[in-house]
């Protein structure tokens, strides 16, 4: 019998954007197919997409969800935004009767007090990860308990911790939770020599307490949330890859490519990269050329070094990844399963690596190529730039253990089994 299942998300459900969405969409995208009918609720959906007014995502990604957002009406496989409508006309409307009522003498407009002081900007930085790992705010409760209400749920599935406290107490089905990092470890590595981390194991634990299911990226993670939600199911669930390797790169490319969103470990170990591989490797390769996709391009400074190229989120990485010779993880510090790491993996290309990375996918292990040092990871990249068949063999084994690992059943089955499917 079908299941009904409603996801709550403040962070981004497209799967173009980065790595955890993509994640959130390949679960769903299973579930849907088996037996599940799944709606997501996007709690803060991007202005942009408000701005359009109508905006309709792409057929690949109805076909498996419905998508809903606060202030948003369905229409078709779209959204419509009234507001984006309904505001200007409202706007025009209550000036043209304030300018009648005062040309009747019967309205008089208030004196506005002279504007405040702006106080002194503040010298402490202010950490976007506490407002993104805030509890759910009134807003997003109100339109969590609307959406319950609308779709009557079998299964309510928080994307991250902080979001199952906007599952009201009225809601008897099954409380679960897609949490796809450890956020304490990510807070404590992240966090300033002289300033707390942004969340502490205790807090998230209490915010994972009244999950009943918890689904994991990661085996390490898995041990650490049962630790921190002893009353809970906690069920591994990395992100699969369907191996789909693409045709080798041409023989002579020299490309590079790193893809990744503008998380703060991305963005360290981009210019780990930048800073003290790419001088290293240009010496070694001259013609090196470096491919920047995704968010990332836009959280580095100007001007690149030479042989750089900034893409941007790009909306197909299919052309990047056929050119591409090598794909780099140059990351430094890494909690979890590193998402673009095992896609690059599925689609065959070799793979160059911190050993940050691996613990969340000890599976890679001898599989690509992993290097700590700048010069021992400008040598791996370059060796591989000058041998087209080592890259090849390289790619060739890093497929296979992805493919072995993170087929979709074994990734995804036991968490469906854990949401009630197959009842």
């Not at 998230?204 to 939600?229: C, P």
């Not at 981009?270 to 003290?276: G, K, R």
Request: overall charge positive; aromatic content about 8%.
């Amino acid at each position: 019998m079908p299941r009904t299942l409603l996801v709550i998300t403040r962070h981004t459900p497209l799967p173009w954007e980065d790595g955890a969405g993509a994640y959130l969409f390949d679960l769903l995208t299973y579930l849907s197919s088996r037996d599940f009918r799944v709606t997501i609720a996007w709690t803060r959906p991007h202005d942009h997409l408000r701005w359009r007014g109508l905006w309709t995502p792409p057929r690949d990604f109805t076909r498996s969800v419905r998508l809903r957002a606060p202030g948003a009406w369905p229409l078709g496989r779209g959204l419509l935004f009234p507001a984006v409508y309904w505001q200007p006309f409202e706007a025009r409307a209550k000036h043209r009767v304030k300018t009648a009522l005062r040309r009747l003498g019967l309205f008089t407009a208030r004196r506005r007090p002279p504007p405040a002081p702006h106080p002194a900007p503040s010298r402490t930085p202010i950490d976007s990860n506490v407002a993104w790992m805030a509890p759910a705010d009134a807003a997003e409760r109100a339109f969590a308990a609307r959406m319950i209400a609308s779709v009557r749920p079998d299964v309510v599935l928080a994307n991250y911790a902080w979001m199952l406290s906007a599952i009201p107490s009225s809601f008897h089905g099954l409380r679960a939770c897609l949490h796809s990092d450890v956020a304490w470890k990510r807070a404590a590595l992240s966090a300033p020599a002289d300033g707390a981390p942004a969340i502490t194991a205790m807090a998230e634990g209490a915010l994972l307490a009244s999950a009943e299911v918890i689904g994991s990226i990661s085996a390490a993670d898995a041990a650490e949330l049962a630790r921190l939600a002893p009353r809970a199911r906690v069920v591994l669930a990395p992100k699969s890859v369907a191996a789909t390797p693409l045709p080798p790169a041409p023989a002579d490319s020299t490309r590079v490519l790193f893809v990744g969103s503008d998380n703060p470990f991305n963005i360290e170990g981009v210019a780990w990269f930048l800073n003290s591989v790419w001088p290293a490797l240009l010496r070694r390769v001259p013609r090196a050329r470096l491919d920047l996709c995704g968010s990332i391009a836009r959280a580095l400074p100007r001007p690149l070094p030479a042989g750089v190229d900034a893409h941007g989120p790009v909306p197909d990485l299919s052309p990047f990844y056929r050119e591409a010779a090598v794909v780099i993880i140059p990351l430094l510090r890494a909690t979890g399963l590193n998402i673009k790491l095992v896609e690059a993996a599925g689609l065959g290309r070799a793979v160059v690596s911190t050993s940050a990375t691996l613990d969340g996918a000890p599976f890679l292990r001898g599989a690509l190529a992993a290097a700590d040092t700048a010069e021992d990871f400008a040598a791996a990249v370059a060796g591989l730039l000058a041998d087209p068949a080592a890259r090849d063999a390289l790619a060739t084994r890093v497929r296979d253990s992805v493919a072995e690992a993170l087929s979709p059943q074994t990734c995804y089955g036991p968490l469906a089994a854990a949401l009630g499917g197959g009842r």
